[in-house]
């Protein structure tokens, strides 16, 4: 059996290589994607160019841990019909338009077919209120959407 593809937000490499801290949810999302790391050879993981160029930004060191992450991972090309899908979603107001990265998010991964699409991003990305109208309207413009996961999700409760 295939391995299901997994696209790999920048939220999931940030916690992944950021320095250990002791409150608790951001420790516990540490070592559940911690564990996922582990893990990650059970699926198909890929990054996107918009994913390189966030895990790039912000403070050298981390910056290059994340890369270091980052490029173990296949990186999907840049497609017209990403680009395309992404504006729609920012057009019809799905996305945030200051938050353009998420719609490319959501449009790569579903114009590359990808199973899901891992984040800790739950404002924009694993919303509850959102992910239904999202998913709706890519179905509509002829893709099957991404299923939006946590890392800890998909560790304990992957769908079959």
């Known amino acids: 059996m295939a391995k299901k593809r997994v696209y790999i937000e920048s939220s999931v490499l940030s916690y992944l290589t950021a320095r250990p801290v002791n409150d608790g949810p951001n420790r516990n999302r540490q070592q559940l994607t911690a564990m996922w790391w582990d893990r990650r050879h059970e699926w198909e993981c890929v990054v996107s160019p918009t994913v390189m160029v966030e895990v790039a930004r912000g ?10 992450k980052a490029q173990s991972f296949a990186e999907l090309p840049a497609s017209p019909e990403a680009e395309f899908l992404a504006k729609l979603l920012l057009s019809h107001e799905l996305v945030p338009e200051s938050v353009k990265a998420d719609a490319a998010h959501l449009a790569m991964a579903a114009v590359h077919g990808v199973d899901y699409l891992l984040t800790w991003n739950q404002k924009h990305l694993d919303n509850l209120h959102l992910r239904s109208r999202v998913e709706d309207f890519i179905r509509k413009q002829g893709w099957r959407p991404a299923m939006v996961i946590t890392p800890e999700r998909l560790l304990f409760e992957e769908p079959t």
Do not use: F, G, H, N
């Open 59 to 68: 403070d050298p060191d981390a910056a290059a841990r994340r890369l270091e």
